[in-house]
């Protein structure tokens, strides 16, 4: 998904005459954000709630988020610019026919497995202090029977779910998997997930080399939406199309940009 969104965001800088250089792979959140910092590439997309998360801060009300993010980052020299238009938050998963059985619908419910949960998840969620796995149990009184199954990828998670390894998964909320039927996302009763609202995260030097990528950034807001997003990353997750490929069919008829004549070093982007 993320590596699609950057193919998807360089597309559309290229076609406003931006110089962009390759898409810089960087693995999970703390590696993307190191190579930002260092300043091996210009230009990301990072979520709000793992932008707070990141520098361990309290969770403010949605409002006070993006403010909040632009007072801590800068002065790093970084900057929060142009909500994309989709919430990307972790969710949930158990199988439909199981969530029927056992009368489960929020994740209080699941407390209804009383020799605790198997659970599924992607790496980062174990090392996340504030709204990851251990954090999400103890909010909600919750225990676990075994060892997370771990997986980066959100395939062989759910494929743990719907063969009965795990008794729950969890995945984004953007994910192609979650337009299985199979699947039922549990609803967030106590409010523990933070909005994690899609935003592009630049390096200010970036931004002053390149007079136009903010207005360019900025024209991007609100692009991307959740269904959009869900079913672009279906085919990506499927096999059915690479991020190089999805990212013009996402665009076909998204073009928000006027192309302008530019020069000097490419920005390089997550």
């Given amino acids: 998904g993320q590596l699609m ?28 954000q190191r190579a930002l910092r260092e300043g091996r590439i210009d230009l990301m997309v990072e979520y709000t709630g793992t932008g707070l998360v990141y520098l361990g801060e309290p969770l403010p009300s949605r409002e006070q988020t993006l403010p909040r993010l632009a007072e801590l980052y800068a002065p790093d020299g970084l900057e929060w610019i142009a909500p994309l238009g989709f919430d990307n938050s972790y969710v949930v998963a158990i199988r439909t026919d199981r969530a029927a059985a056992m009368g489960i619908r929020t994740i209080s419910d699941l407390s209804r497995f009383a020799g605790g949960l198997a659970v599924a998840c992607p790496g980062e969620f174990l090392r996340r202090p504030l709204d990851g796995l251990r954090a999400l149990l103890a909010r909600y009184g919750l225990s676990r029977r075994l060892e997370p199954l771990v997986d980066d990828a959100p395939g062989p998670r759910v494929s743990a779910l719907l063969e009965g390894m795990a008794d729950i998964a969890v995945v ?43 207005p360019g950034l900025m ?15 279906r085919l990506v997750q499927e096999g ?31």
Avoid at 192 to 204: D, K, N, T
Avoid at 220 to 229: P, R, T, V
Avoid at 241 to 269: I, W
């Fill in 219 to 233: 024209r991007l807001q609100g692009l991307f939406d959740d269904s959009g997003m869900r079913g672009l990353n």
């Fill in 172 to 214: 984004y909320a953007t994910d192609g998997v979650l337009l299985d039927s199979r699947l039922t996302v549990l609803v967030d009763d106590l409010q523990f997930f933070p909005p994690y609202e899609g935003v592009f995260l630049a390096r200010s030097d970036a931004l002053r080399r390149h007079a136009e990528l903010r």
């Fill in 240 to 270: 059915q199309r690479t991020p190089e490929a999805a990212a013009p069919e996402f665009l076909d008829g998204r073009q928000p940009l006027e192309p302008t004549v530019t020069g000097g070093r490419p920005a390089r982007l997550l």
């Fill in 5 to 32: 969104r950057a193919d998807a965001t360089a597309q559309l800088l290229k076609a406003s005459g931006l110089p962009v250089e390759p898409v810089v792979p960087c693995e999970d959140t703390y590696g993307c």
